[in-house]
């Protein structure tokens, strides 16, 4: 995973103590972070994967396993339009 090429990766992690509250949350910043991007000329891309690899993860960030689950990543960057990813539609 290279985020897809952004120059900022962030992994975003919630405390396992947290109830459902947090998660929203973190949702909620998740989308202010992404607003503000655009507001900047920035892009955003929500990376779900980052949940999902196990513990290499969490070994390579140093991310204490006990306390902290990964949620999610979020790729920070200017968005290149050129891209071919930029015109992909997804079925739905």
Not at 16 to 30: C, E, F, I, S, Y
Not at 75 to 91: F, H, I, N, R, V
Request: aromatic content about 10%; overall charge negative; charged content about 15%.
């Amino acid at each position: 995973f290279r985020f897809w090429g952004a120059p900022v990766g962030i992994i975003v992690t919630v405390d396992r103590g947290g109830d459902k509250n947090a998660w929203g949350h973190v949702g909620m910043m998740l989308q202010s972070l992404s607003l503000l991007a655009v507001q900047y000329g920035l892009g955003t891309a929500m990376l779900e994967a980052w949940g999902n690899l196990g513990t290499c993860v969490y070994e390579a960030l140093d991310i204490p396993m006990d306390r902290e689950v990964i949620w999610c990543g979020m790729a920070l960057g200017y968005p290149d339009s050129s891209s071919k990813l930029s015109d992909m539609a997804t079925e739905r």
